[in-house]
């Protein structure tokens, strides 16, 4: 079967598992991520940030943007342009997010990023215990990373998104440090 194939069987079933944890569950596990996350040497010596804005089923990011913003750290989310590509805009208060047409919220306006970033909390669909990485199959992230100076990559997703395998090609980044709720990884 082509990489493509593949991929986009196991993007389903990853769909499938992660939408299997009911809200109490996804609070509690991304909670422990989160804290996890943020105990890391990587994140605690880190000034620029840029991290995603949790949507949906997704790793809750709440806790980690509200505590980078009360430590006054930079922090960047993504926004998506013309549908081809992502960019990384400063959000420096909550109140300056909307929904875009899906519903993710993004900055309304702001600074596009100009400077080195220090970590980057990227979602993801599928991870491997060797820190590959299987996104929603647009390579936003991928083309991102090529195009972006950052120190740390850091994946963070549930534990059973986590599978042995996955296909790997040539575009995809993979992470530098993987977390979830019972293991973290670090490739640095
Ligand atoms: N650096 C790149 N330059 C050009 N094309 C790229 C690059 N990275 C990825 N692509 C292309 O983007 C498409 C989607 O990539 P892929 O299937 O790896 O998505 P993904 O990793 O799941 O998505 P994302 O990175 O948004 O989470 C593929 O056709 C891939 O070849
Ligand atoms: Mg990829």
Redo the contacts with the bound molecule.
């Keep these: 079967m082509k990489p493509d194939n593949k991929k986009e069987l196991l993007r389903k079933e990853m769909k499938k598992k992660r939408s299997s944890l009911d809200n109490a569950a996804r609070n509690e596990k991304s909670r422990k991520i989160i804290e996890t996350l943020c105990r890391t040497k990587e994140f605690e010596q880190s000034n620029t940030v840029f991290c995603y804005v949790s949507y949906m089923d997704e790793v809750e990011t709440n806790l980690v943007i509200n505590h980078i913003l009360r430590n006054n750290l930079k922090l960047y989310v993504p926004k998506i342009i013309n549908n081809e590509e992502m960019i990384a805009i400063r959000l420096s208060n909550l109140s300056d997010l909307e929904p875009d047409k899906i519903g993710i919220l993004t900055p309304k306006t702001g600074e596009i990023l100009l400077e080195p970033i220090d970590v980057v909390i990227t979602p993801g669909l599928g991870f491997t215990r060797k820190c590959e ?3 929603y199959g647009r ?1 936003y ?2 083309r991102w990373f090529s195009k972006n100076s950052v120190k740390t990559k850091i994946g963070v997703a549930f534990e059973i998104q986590i599978t042995d395998n996955l296909p790997v ?1 040539k ?3 993979p992470m530098d440090m993987l977390i979830t709720e019972k293991n973290t990884i670090n490739m640095q």
Excluded: A, I, S, W
């Design positions: 990485r299987l996104g390579g992230y991928d090609e575009t995809d980044v």
